[in-house]
């Protein structure tokens, strides 16, 4: 991972998680060529027990610099769906969701 490349290193997403994509506002270029563009390599998809993982890779699309790792996790407890995830460039972030029709916790405010 490559701090040199992001504005800010794991920015707080509160709780946006995503599984694929990349937070092109956090990047600032490859420090190692000086390209503005990206791709995701290597990515890889687990289950592992009831989770699913999803891992791969932030890469300068020009010299395949390696910027960030990113990691998603999603699982099913009880009623609710739990979503995490970390990376240098995209943030780290939670959330939480009710399977219900109507969230046991009420609304959210």
Known sequence: M???CVKEEFPDRDSMCVDSGSYMIN???????KSQDMKIINRNCTEIEDE???TYQHACGHCDHIIAEHEHIFRVDNFYQ?????????GSADDQR???PVDPRGPIM
Do not use: D
Not at 82 to 90: G, Q
């Open 82 to 90: 739990h979503y995490e995830m970390s990376c240098l460039l995209c």
């Open 27 to 33: 990047f600032v270029r490859c420090c190692e060529c």
């Open 2 to 4: 490559c701090e040199n």
């Open 52 to 54: 699913e993982h999803i």
């Open 98 to 100: 009710s399977i219900m």
